[in-house]
């Protein structure tokens, strides 16, 4: 398999209560986990009937209606969620190349948002862990950064203003490890530097405008739903959808 799909173990909730907050919390919970289920063998998206799309959507915009109306909340926001699903195009062509192509592997893809404290915005980071077979760690030996900085424009869509593209972390695999500094033979100066290299290596490359006259590279983004352990969101201008799910904090 040419990418690697993020287990599904969100639990869902069925206790029968009363109140009608948490009644209501708890019926969330049952759709968010209906949604998780519509999406987990599309992997990723890359594979989705007409049929299934069709329920997608409409788990979707179950799960949007109990957020509908409310301001972005970036305090909750803060932090780093893991794609679980998506129909964008632009993110839908890197599933389809590593399936045309065994040698490309694409891992886990995660979206980094830094705006604790922030009242109008923030930075986001878009995380790509992608590999090369044989040359590269298994689905991890690199990672894509695209950075961003954004602006709350309205109470549920921020605008991007795409910043550097980063490329890091690259972690041979063991294979060229041998080749570069055998194990049977003394490692010399030479090989150590090139793995040296090889570990801290980064390149950025800039994305913003150079002329007063054009604005840089961006784009509109809404979210249409937000709490502690999911956020949807939904490119503007027909740019597909996205299912995010907390994932632990992610050093850049």
Not at 41 to 63: C, F, H, N, W
Not at 71 to 99: C, H, N
Not at 152 to 160: A, F, Q
Not at 201 to 219: E, H, L, M, Y
Request: hydrophobic letters at 40%; proline letters at 4%.
């Amino acid at each position: 398999m040419a990418f690697v799909m993020a287990p599904l173990t969100y639990a869902p909730a069925y206790k029968i209560v009363h109140d009608g907050r948490t009644s209501q919390s708890y019926e969330v919970e049952n759709k968010k986990h209906d949604l998780l289920r519509a999406i987990q063998e599309t992997e990723r998206g890359l594979k989705t009937t007409p049929d299934q799309r069709s329920s997608i959507e409409e788990a979707l915009v179950t799960v949007e209606k109990y957020d509908a109306g409310e301001p972005i909340d970036l305090a909750k926001l803060d932090g780093t969620w893991r794609l679980q699903y998506t129909s964008a195009p632009d993110v839908v062509v890197l599933f389809e190349a590593a399936s045309r192509l065994p040698i490309l592997q694409v891992g886990q893809i995660y979206q980094k948002f830094e705006c604790c404290n922030q009242s109008d915005g923030g930075v986001v980071r878009n995380i790509i862990k992608w590999s090369i077979q044989n040359l590269l760690e298994e689905n991890e030996g690199a990672t894509l950064l695209v950075s961003a900085k954004f602006s709350v424009v309205s109470r549920r869509n921020i605008y991007l203003q795409f910043e550097e593209i980063t490329l890091q972390d690259i972690s041979i695999s063991e294979q060229v490890q041998a080749v570069i500094a055998p194990a049977l033979l003394p490692r010399t100066f030479l090989s150590l530097q090139i793995l040296q290299f090889f570990r801290s290596f980064k390149a950025q490359i800039p994305v913003t405008s150079t002329s007063p006259q054009r604005r840089s590279v961006g784009g509109l983004y809404y979210l249409s739903y937000l709490d502690n352990n999911m956020l949807l969101g939904r490119a503007v201008g027909g740019g597909g959808n996205f299912v995010f799910t907390r994932a632990q904090p992610f050093v850049c």
